[in-house]
């Protein structure tokens, strides 16, 4: 989106630069890299920068109001109610797909948010690997607020570890060695010293919960969640006995899995401003728009994109029973505005922000971005294409 950074990356490119790039990436967690990695990073403009910023912090304003928690507390399912919720998520997401508006004017629109982890880990390895291949400007960081390397560690360790040793903390999976963001969990316990552990692995004594480490018994003070709930339902039977976590056991969440519904696409239809697509709940959407093409359909509880009807009839609305678990998302344009050797790409970019127990409100720090050139964003869109797939994005610094 800086047409002069975009012009000189391109000009520097070459499939020799990124096979090294890549085998350099993958050299360091072999077999870890499960998804496609996109030939170039993005160049963000300061204006479009500012608007993702300022439309963020509006949000976190409302997420911070004192009766967020009770807008929100129909959020989560019943069935899945857990003790011990904190006052806030330690991790807060914003996605914006870069679009236009029916001036043909580029902006950047909320696509989701997520009151959940992402890549926090993999976003410090791999920019690093990527700078040693390719040239970026010296006053261009994927780091935000005047935050390097080391603040940004120092502070994603006390966001995820708290006040305890990190032996005592552990980030919770599902089959974590299976999973394709696994590379990220690596880089996690290489950069905070806490490691991935299964569901599976967690047995309990009283209210307490344990796990074996290196062949001794470690207690669990504080987890570092990272399963989705959907995802724990739909393979539960094939996990055998497990520990039940609706359990009042005497530990810390980083975050709550509260917060990954309260911080959702369920938030999205009490938003508004004009980076902030038109979002309601299907159940209180009577009568339906006459433009019912021009909207997304979405259930509120799932992940990475997993039954979102792209281009609804009324027929699919009819089958639904449980309209108050949707929405409808007012469609967005998403612009080619990176331009590639075999056509233009669509971005996503996604805003992390970190948010520490003692801290008044989330610290944006870093970010990733997806190329796409498919209908959406998302591997199953790309199979087959160029540069697409897992990204970062470059802002100018402060």
Same mark, same amino acid.
């Given at each position: 989106?800086?047409?002069?950074?975009?012009?000189?990356?391109?000009?520097?490119?070459?499939?020799?630069?990124?096979?090294?790039?890549?085998?350099?990436?993958?050299?360091?967690? +072999?077999?870890?890299?499960?998804?496609?990695?996109?030939?170039?990073?993005?160049?963000?403009?300061?204006?479009?920068?500012?608007?993702?910023?300022?439309?963020?912090?509006?949000?976190?304003?409302?997420?911070?109001?004192?009766?967020?928690?009770?807008?929100?507390?129909?959020?989560?399912?019943?069935?899945?109610?857990?003790?011990?919720?904190?006052?806030?998520?330690?991790?807060?997401?914003?996605?914006?797909?870069?679009?236009?508006?029916?001036?043909?004017? #580029?902006?950047?629109?909320?696509?989701?948010?997520?009151?959940? +982890?992402?890549? =926090?880990?993999?976003?410090?390895?791999?920019?690093?690997?990527?700078?040693?291949?390719?040239?970026?400007?010296? %006053?261009?960081?994927? =780091?935000?607020?005047?935050?390097?390397?080391?603040?940004?560690?120092?502070?994603?360790?006390?966001?995820?570890?708290?006040?305890?040793?990190?032996?005592?903390?552990?980030?919770?999976?599902?089959?974590?060695?299976?999973?394709?963001?696994?590379?990220?969990?690596?880089?996690?316990?290489?950069?905070?010293?806490?490691?991935?552990?299964?569901?599976?692995?967690?047995?309990?004594?009283?209210?307490?919960?344990?796990?074996?480490?290196?062949?001794?018994?470690?207690?669990?003070?504080?987890?570092?969640? %990272?399963?989705?709930?959907?995802?724990?339902?739909?393979?539960?039977?094939?996990?055998?006995?497990?520990?039940?976590?609706?359990?009042?056991?005497?530990?810390?969440?980083?975050?709550?899995?509260?917060?990954?519904?309260?911080?959702?696409?369920?938030?999205?239809?009490?938003?508004?401003?004009?980076?902030?697509?038109?979002? %309601?709940?299907?159940?209180?959407?009577?009568?339906?728009?006459?433009?019912?093409?021009?909207?997304?359909?979405? +259930?509120?509880?799932?992940?990475?994109?997993?039954?979102?009807?792209?281009? +609804?009839?009324?027929?699919?609305?009819?089958?639904?029973?449980?309209?108050?678990?949707?929405?409808?998302?007012?469609?967005?344009?998403?612009?080619?505005?990176?331009?590639?050797?075999?056509?233009?790409?669509?971005?996503?970019?996604?805003?992390?922000?970190?948010?520490?127990?003692?801290?008044?409100?989330?610290? #944006?720090?870093?970010?990733?971005? %997806?190329?796409?050139?498919?209908?959406?964003?998302?591997?199953?869109?790309?199979?087959?294409?160029?540069?697409?797939?897992?990204?970062?994005?470059?802002?100018?610094?402060?």
């Amino acid at each position: 989106m800086i047409r002069e950074l975009r012009k000189s990356f391109n000009q520097q490119f070459s499939e020799e630069k990124y096979t090294a790039f890549l085998d350099d990436l993958h050299s360091y967690y +072999p077999g870890a890299i499960d998804f496609r990695v996109a030939e170039t990073p993005v160049f963000v403009s300061q204006w479009v920068k500012e608007k993702m910023i300022s439309t963020s912090e509006s949000i976190i304003d409302f997420i911070c109001s004192h009766d967020f928690k009770s807008i929100t507390q129909h959020s989560i399912p019943l069935h899945q109610t857990i003790p011990r919720e904190n006052k806030h998520p330690q991790f807060l997401v914003f996605d914006y797909g870069i679009c236009t508006n029916e001036k043909g004017e #580029l902006y950047p629109a909320l696509i989701e948010m997520q009151g959940f +982890p992402t890549l =926090y880990g993999l976003q410090v390895f791999y920019p690093e690997v990527l700078e040693k291949h390719f040239s970026i400007p010296e %006053r261009f960081s994927h =780091y935000l607020n005047g935050y390097e390397k080391q603040d940004y560690i120092n502070l994603l360790t006390k966001s995820i570890v708290g006040n305890y040793a990190s032996e005592e903390v552990i980030l919770l999976e599902i089959r974590p060695h299976n999973q394709k963001t696994r590379i990220d969990f690596y880089c996690t316990k290489t950069y905070t010293g806490v490691q991935p552990v299964c569901i599976t692995e967690l047995y309990a004594k009283g209210n307490q919960l344990f796990y074996n480490r290196n062949g001794k018994e470690q207690i669990i003070k504080r987890i570092y969640n %990272r399963i989705i709930w959907d995802e724990l339902n739909a393979v539960r039977a094939d996990l055998g006995t497990i520990v039940d976590l609706n359990t009042d056991y005497d530990v810390e969440w980083a975050p709550h899995p509260h917060w990954f519904y309260r911080i959702s696409k369920y938030t999205m239809p009490f938003l508004s401003g004009e980076c902030i697509p038109e979002t %309601r709940f299907l159940d209180q959407f009577l009568p339906l728009p006459d433009d019912l093409s021009s909207f997304v359909l979405k +259930p509120l509880f799932s992940f990475a994109g997993q039954g979102v009807i792209i281009d +609804p009839t009324p027929s699919d609305i009819d089958r639904i029973t449980d309209k108050k678990n949707w929405i409808l998302q007012k469609k967005v344009n998403y612009a080619d505005c990176i331009e590639t050797p075999d056509g233009p790409a669509k971005v996503e970019i996604r805003l992390m922000y970190l948010w520490p127990d003692d801290a008044d409100r989330p610290i #944006l720090v870093n970010n990733l971005a %997806r190329l796409s050139k498919g209908k959406m964003i998302g591997v199953r869109y790309n199979k087959d294409k160029t540069w697409v797939g897992g990204s970062v994005a470059y802002f100018e610094k402060d």
